[in-house]
């Protein structure tokens, strides 16, 4: 325990001692003894030697306390020598087997690195061999095969495309074998290679010709072989497409030239000095200018001399686009047929449809639709070009003005393909509704030609625009039209309805231009006629606005007559485009002359009227003569004085309206006159039996009077206005009124009359035949007989139907058991019922 503390005593004191300001300095790691005794020596000598004896004084103590110190650590330090000294030889021992390894590891490395050697050695030379056994057996395989080619070669000049087939495999196969090895530099397959080419040259030329020859007849035999052979030879889809291509730019290049205006006049002179008159001398020689514009320029400048040389030249034009159509036509059938044959055909092998390898994917476009995109591609930039202004010229002007020429060759083309393409196994080269409804591809090529198209319109359109606003100027103060302007309207209209009669397209496009002109006659017309009271005077002759509006009608009408017969001749579409245009011009004709004709209506209506204040319809009416009319022949029934004054009204209306119209109403042939002369008549007829229905009481007497009248009336509409039998129901239902007068109550019950008559009519005849209790309708509403027809005028039958069987009902009880209510009451409900 003292010895321990001792110990920790020594060592504290030995820390204490170091931890003295004095030997601060000398625990710093930067100390520097030269400096520190430089600094000692500078000082005053018994500042110096006060500093030395302290430090020889503090190593002495420090010396001491280290002794203590390890006396007191005495065991300790032994015992961590000892441990030393175990660890040094073990590091000895170590060091031993390391040598040892080392040496081993020596002689381990010197016993496997010859046969390792060896090994890599012997592993390349079996590598080497493998090689060369595997390019031997490519080398032999690559000789039987070109063996054989030649054998096929030589059986392939007599027997044709079906051993140019097996060729084709051996080259493919041959191709395969060069790919799997690189046999180059080996004598045997350099000595072949010349061979190989001549004889991948032969299949693909008669591979070639096989399938142009199969095109051409539309043969899918031949075609199949030959696209087996393009199979075989790994090139099917790369060749379909290139003939697609082909087929397209070939069809492009020769539109081009045939819309080439050197080319153009180099070939009208090339023909031209072969003989004719119309030949180099006439051109003048060839037209060497250095656009299309100046060689068309110079045709045209030549006037009327050069005439005959600017038709041919146009005739050239039309010839070779006739000839660039008809090639796009062959092409798209052959395109076609190749790709029905490719949609049936597979190979023998492996069943792939070569379809399938032309457009294996479903967004790859099939041939023919490549053809088509391209082609319809080429056809726009050629005719782009042509109407553009720095290569017009003649071909521009040309095409303009003969469009329908130019889109009868393409929609020719487009039907020509889709009749040559007609198959039960295959879909044709272009859609049939499509086709016949201008969509699809066949559209797309006419729009091709959409700049000329357009072009043409807008000159039809001026053109009938100034014809018709020479006919029409749309004034009061101008003149009508006169017979010459009309005429050349009317022929300007005709001139280009006819044009476009060979283009289902063009004739509805043509068709909507000329309605647009039919519409501007319409509103002109509005403008040019006159209005007015004067219209409705009808009293005495006709006078100067009404002639005019009359005549107006007629120029209308002539103008609608005259295309209404053309309409004939037209695609159904072009017809109907016109349908609208001409019931414009119609209604603007009916307009003129309406007014007119609703006064003479009006001016009928109202002595009509007066048969309700007629005293002859009374029931102190007698059986001989009317009265207030002059007296007649004991015995016979007279005519009313209104019914004279209505027929002296409508030999008017013969005389001095209906006379001034061309075509007569009366004659069968359709006209707004005859319209509303029909409309006229129809008007009054049922007028008249609508208000001879109302007349109550009617006696027996005035019933004669009335049939009396009824048959002067029909008399009178018919031969002032038209024949009643043209007039169907309502003359039907006049008779039927006539004959309906003298039926007894008990006949009334199912008979046929009732049907020929408008229930309304039938119903307020017999309430004439009820008693006096059953009110009449318009009686009981305070009505008069003008007031109640305006109400029925603005109802339909059913509502009228409604109003009478209220107004029945409410009146009923009050007539029953009077004399007649039990025969009539049931039938006039059911009547009155409606459905």
């Not at 390898?357 to 070009?385: E, H, N, Q, T």
């Not at 006819?498 to 002109?524: E, I, P, W, Y």
Request: proline share 5%; with cysteine; net charge neutral.
């Amino acid at each position: 325990m003292g010895g321990g503390g001792s110990a920790s005593g020594d060592g504290g004191s030995a820390l204490e001692l170091l931890a003295s300001a004095r030997f601060a300095p000398f625990r710093d790691e930067a100390f520097d003894p030269a400096s520190f005794a430089s600094r000692s020596l500078t000082e005053s000598h018994t500042t110096a030697q006060a500093q030395t004896e302290q430090l020889q004084q503090g190593v002495a103590a420090l010396d001491g306390a280290l002794r203590q110190l390890v006396l007191n650590h005495q065991d300790d330090l032994i015992a961590q020598t000892a441990r030393l000294t175990e660890a040094e030889s073990a590091v000895q021992r170590i060091a031993l087997s390391v040598r040892s390894l080392q040496m081993v590891a020596a002689r381990v490395r010197a016993e496997v690195a010859e046969p390792l050697q060896q090994i890599a050695t012997r592993t390349q030379q079996l590598r080497n061999l493998q090689a060369t056994v595997d390019l031997l057996r490519h080398v032999i395989h690559r000789l039987k095969l070109v063996q054989k080619l030649r054998q096929q070669m030589g059986a392939a000049d007599a027997a044709g495309i079906l051993e140019v087939a097996k060729a084709a495999k051996l080259l493919s196969e041959i191709a395969a074998v060069d790919a799997e090895a690189d046999l180059g530099g080996i004598d045997a397959v350099d000595a072949d290679a010349e061979f190989l080419q001549t004889a991948a040259a032969v299949v693909r030329s008669q591979t070639e010709a096989a399938l142009k020859a199969g095109l051409e007849c539309l043969s899918q035999a031949d075609v199949g072989s030959a696209l087996q052979v393009l199979f075989n030879l790994n090139e099917l889809q790369q060749a379909v497409m290139q003939l697609a291509d082909s087929a397209a730019a070939s069809f492009g290049r020769e539109l081009a030239a045939a819309l080439d205006p050197r080319k153009l006049s180099a070939s009208s002179v090339a023909a031209g000095s072969s003989g004719g008159p119309g030949g180099a001398k006439s051109l003048g020689g060839p037209l060497p200018g250095s656009t299309a514009k100046a060689s068309g320029a110079h045709v045209a400048r030549s006037g009327a001399a050069s005439s005959p040389a600017l038709r041919q030249v146009q005739e050239v034009l039309w010839e070779k686009l006739g000839a660039a159509v008809d090639q796009l036509q062959r092409s798209a059938v052959e395109v076609w047929h190749l790709q029905r044959v490719l949609g049936k055909k597979r190979d023998p092998l492996s069943h792939t449809l070569f379809l399938d390898v032309v457009a294996p994917g479903d967004d790859d476009l099939l041939p023919l639709d490549r053809f088509w995109s391209r082609a319809i591609a080429a056809a726009s930039d050629c005719f782009a070009a042509a109407f553009s202004t720095a290569r017009g010229g003649f071909v521009r002007d040309t095409l303009v003005a003969g469009y329908p020429r130019l889109a009868v060759l393409l929609e020719g083309a487009a039907a020509r393909v889709l009749r040559d393409s007609a198959a039960r196994d295959a879909a044709p080269a272009l859609d049939d509704e499509q086709a016949r409804a201008g969509l699809g591809s066949a559209a797309a090529l006419l729009d091709s030609a959409a700049d000329f198209q357009n072009a043409y319109l807008a000159a039809s359109l001026a053109r009938l625009t100034e014809a018709a606003t020479a006919a029409f100027p749309g004034s009061t103060s101008r003149p009508l039209p006169s017979a010459a302007d009309l005429q050349k309207a009317i022929a300007r209209m005709h001139e280009e309805l006819k044009a476009a009669t060979g283009s289902a397209r063009l004739a509805l496009l043509v068709a909507s231009t000329v309605g647009q002109a039919l519409r501007a006659v319409a509103q002109k017309a509005e403008l040019t006629a006159a209005s007015g009271p004067d219209l409705r005077a009808v009293g005495g002759a006709c006078n100067a606005a009404q002639l005019r509006n009359i005549a107006l009608c007629n120029c209308l009408q002539e103008v609608h007559r005259s295309v209404v017969g053309m309409g004939g001749r037209l695609p159904p579409a072009a017809a109907e485009a016109l349908a609208g245009p001409l019931a414009d011009l119609q209604a603007a004709a009916l307009e003129a002359v309406a007014p007119t004709f609703r006064a003479l209506v009006e001016t009928a209506e109202e002595l009509l009227l007066q048969m309700h204040s007629a005293p002859a319809y009374g029931a102190a009416a007698g059986g001989t003569g009317g009265e207030g009319d002059g007296g007649g022949e004991p015995g016979v029934t007279d005519t009313s004085s209104f019914m004279r004054d209505l027929a002296r009204h409508l030999t008017h209306c013969r005389l001095e309206y209906l006379s001034k119209f061309n075509p007569s109403p009366a004659s069968p042939i359709p006209s707004v006159a005859r319209s509303l002369v029909e409309r006229m008549a129809a008007r009054l007829v049922l007028f008249a039996v609508r208000h001879a229905s109302l007349l109550r009481p009617l006696p027996q007497a005035g019933k004669l009077q009335l049939a009396k009248d009824l048959a002067e009336l029909e008399a009178a509409v018919g031969q002032q206005l038209l024949p009643l039998e043209q007039l169907g129901g309502p003359a039907r239902a006049l008779r039927a009124f006539r004959r309906l007068l003298f039926l007894e109550a008990p006949e009334l019950e199912g008979s046929p009359l009732l049907k020929e008559l408008p229930r309304p009519e039938v119903l307020h005849h017999l309430y004439s035949r009820a008693p006096p209790a059953l009110e009449s309708p318009h009686v009981r509403s305070g009505l008069t007989p003008t007031q109640y027809s305006l109400w029925l005028d603005g109802h339909s039958q059913e509502e009228t139907l409604k109003f009478i069987r209220t107004a029945l009902e409410a009146c009923a009880a009050k007539a029953k058991g009077a004399e007649g209510a039990e025969q009539l009451l049931p039938l006039m409900r059911r009547l009155a019922a409606t459905g």
